[in-house]
């Protein structure tokens, strides 16, 4: 015991201080360190993308509220948290909290199954419905979150105007150029870092 005070009395340049004093408190410390690094912590958030088979415009306004609902459900039944949902005619978005008990393939391929399952089963289109192959997913840090929900919910309103100015320099800004960065700091910054991990812009570490 002797040993662990001496060694966090140097680590936290703890001197002149009788170590019999200091004893309860190093191993309250230790104590408390423990019992939270046995529970596991995560604060991920992550927005999907996914599209009609061949981008055909099939999600009508008269059952897309309805389709969402069934969404959330799938999503929130397997343990993450629905932020924001909504989409157009062609595609949806998605931004949950991720629960890391259920790998991303398999979530996607729930949501997606399940969902295209319900929309055949209530017929709501005359063909067979069904939906592209593939998805994107996206990372945000919490303090991105209410910019990434305000543009999940203004879905329509981006896609009305997706080819102007103002709309290509908001993707630019925001997922283009950092994209550029952190990939410009992969590949010439990989010395840095000898174990492997760069700090990307946001704060990320990237593997490679």
């Known amino acids: 015991m002797v040993d662990v005070i001496s060694f966090y ?4 340049y ?8 200091l004893e309860p408190f190093i191993i309250a410390y230790i104590i408390n360190k423990w019992i939270y690094m046995a529970n596991t912590f995560t604060q ?6 996914f599209a009609v088979k061949n981008r055909e415009s099939l999600i009508l306004p ?12 799938v999503v929130q039944n397997r343990g993450h948290k629905l932020i924001a ?10 931004l949950i909290g991720y629960e890391i008990a259920q790998l991303i393939p398999d979530l996607m391929r729930d949501v997606k199954s399940a969902s295209s399952m319900w929309i055949n089963q209530e017929r709501l289109i005359r063909s067979k419905f069904s939906w592209q192959e593939g998805y994107g ?4 840090s919490h303090s991105q979150i209410e910019q990434v ?13 997706q080819h102007s100015p103002r709309n290509i320099n908001y993707f630019w800004r925001n997922f283009t150029l950092p994209m550029m960065l952190n990939l410009f700091l992969l590949i010439f910054n990989k010395r840095v870092h000898p174990d492997g991990a760069q700090k990307c812009v946001f704060g990320v570490y990237c593997v490679y």
Do not use: M, P
Not at 9 to 12: A, G, L, M, V
């Open 44 to 49: 991920i958030y992550l927005q999907f993308v």
């Open 137 to 140: 997913a996206f990372s945000y």
């Open 85 to 94: 949902i909504n989409g157009v005619a062609n595609h949806v978005h998605l």
């Open 14 to 21: 703890i001197y002149h201080v009788r170590k019999e004093y």
């Open 9 to 12: 009395c140097k680590r936290y």
């Open 62 to 73: 008269e059952w897309k509220e309805e389709l969402y609902r069934y969404i959330t459900g």
């Open 149 to 161: 929900v305000r543009y999940i919910q203004d879905q329509e309103k981006h896609h009305r105007k």
